[in-house]
């Protein structure tokens, strides 16, 4: 197969042509490439880490044997990693945006995380000499576990990620709670 695609990947916008010089030394380089760049980086990381993964595989794993089933497998290992509480059912602080006290509830990946994270992946497995058909990273168990990770996030978390961009935040009262019925004089 021809490691060149008629098509493009999606999201990235275009190539940087300089990838040597991370940290330019006060040319006029546009922010754009230095972007892109960052971009490309990471995504070959992923890639390496991925690899890695498939290698570490028991029993092992090669990339054209990978389906979106073995993704998934990748995407909760990379979960032990997570930074972002997600909190169970049964915890007192589900939906809450910010618990007022730690909980035993699990640190998983953060759906933007994964999101991003797959939309990478997909375009390397492109580039990598991967056919679009027979992409794992586009496999519609993929997509629709996404969307459950976003959705129960969104619950769990007591975030949107729908409305996020109706409103940039109205100011919480963070420190001098303002609207916590202090002393509450009726009568
Ligand atoms: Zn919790």
Redesign the pocket.
């Known amino acids: 197969m021809d490691l060149v695609s008629e098509s493009s990947p999606p999201a990235s916008n275009a190539k940087a042509p300089t990838t040597t010089t991370v940290n330019g030394v006060g040319g006029g380089g546009g922010s754009n490439s230095v972007v892109a760049s960052r971009y490309e980086n990471q995504k070959r990381r992923d890639w390496n880490t991925f690899c890695q993964y498939l290698r570490n595989h028991r029993p092992p794993l090669s990339l054209n044997l990978c389906s979106g089933a073995h993704v998934l497998e990748f995407l909760h290992y990379l979960d032990q990693f997570g930074k972002t509480?997600v909190?169970?059912h049964n915890?007192p602080?589900?939906g809450l945006p910010n618990?007022p006290a730690p909980?035993?509830?699990p640190l998983r990946q953060a759906w933007g995380s994964l999101d991003a994270l797959i939309g990478r992946l997909r375009a390397a497995y492109e580039e990598n000499g991967g056919r679009p058909e027979s992409n794992p990273f586009g496999a519609r168990a993929v997509r629709i576990y996404l969307r459950d990770v976003r959705d129960f996030q969104a619950k769990a978390r007591g975030v949107s990620y729908e409305k996020k961009r109706k409103r940039p935040k109205p100011k919480v009262n963070n420190n001098g709670c303002a609207m916590s019925a202090a002393a509450t004089t009726t009568t």
């Open positions: 509480k909190h169970n915890c602080f589900f618990p909980c035993p509830c």
